[in-house]
């Protein structure tokens, strides 16, 4: 069976143009105006993906997506938003998102990053590797080989982002919004210092590569 995908956004000409595209790339497509529409769809059947508009009248996505997520749902999110800013991206990130695309959005883009979510849900949560560098998600524990590696909270949830998308760049943005949220007052500067840390731990500097006024990649 086909994956369902569950659309919410006010501007009806977004709804209808995501609805033709994910249609035509074999989705099963429902789509919702607002957020109570969104919940009440989510009530009958729990969609595969929700792509969610951060600026929903009424009640807004950051809300829907909190009680997406109160609920116990594991449920993919990307978050639709026409603020750039990094402050209504974390506000997303942190109540619940996996992801979120700025409008405008290039479909290609779009329907690639609905791919690697929908990748992520049906893999095991369990367990995140790249060759012999493995993150066990639930207990936190980090190995090389048969070495365990001590990392803090911070440098383990760094390498997870590393992880769930190896040979990616993850920006200096992304991860400060992820690792650190709104609620700390941690700089690009802060990021760096805490990929040096992890490369020191795992020995291998080279591992965790530096793309300049980005961020960085793990690579192998």
């Known amino acids: 069976m086909s994956e369902s995908v569950l659309v919410v956004d006010d501007d009806a000409s977004i709804r209808r143009m995501l609805e033709r595209t994910l249609a035509a790339e074999g989705y099963r497509v429902e789509l919702a105006a607002d957020g ?4 009440a769809a989510i009530e009958r059947s729990v969609p595969d993906l929700l792509i969610l508009d951060l600026g929903l009248p009424g009640l807004g ?3 829907v997506c909190r009680r997406v997520r109160a609920r116990g749902l594991a449920t993919p999110i990307l978050m639709l938003t026409a603020r750039d800013a990094l402050a209504d991206r974390v506000d997303g ?5 996996d992801d979120y695309v700025v409008k405008p959005f290039e479909t290609d883009e779009l329907h690639a990053r609905i791919r690697a979510l929908l990748r992520r849900g049906r893999e095991p949560a369990g367990v995140l590797a790249l ?15 048969a070495r365990e ?3 803090s909270e911070r440098e383990t949830a760094l390498l997870e982002l590393l992880l769930r998308r190896p040979r990616h760049v993850l920006t200096r943005e992304s991860a400060l919004a992820q690792v650190w949220g709104s609620s700390y007052a941690a700089t ?3 990021v760096d210092q805490y990929i040096s840390h992890l490369r020191r ?3 291998e500097p080279t591992l965790i590569e530096t793309v300049r006024g980005v961020g960085f990649v793990l690579r192998r």
């Open 149 to 151: 590696i001590a990392l």
């Open 201 to 203: 731990k795992l020995g």
């Open 36 to 39: 109570g529409a969104a919940l």
């Open 188 to 190: 690009p500067n802060s």
């Open 131 to 145: 060759d012999d560098l493995v993150l066990d998600v639930s207990t936190r524990k980090v190995r090389r080989g």
């Open 61 to 63: 996505g950051t809300e």
């Open 93 to 97: 990130l942190d109540a619940g998102a």
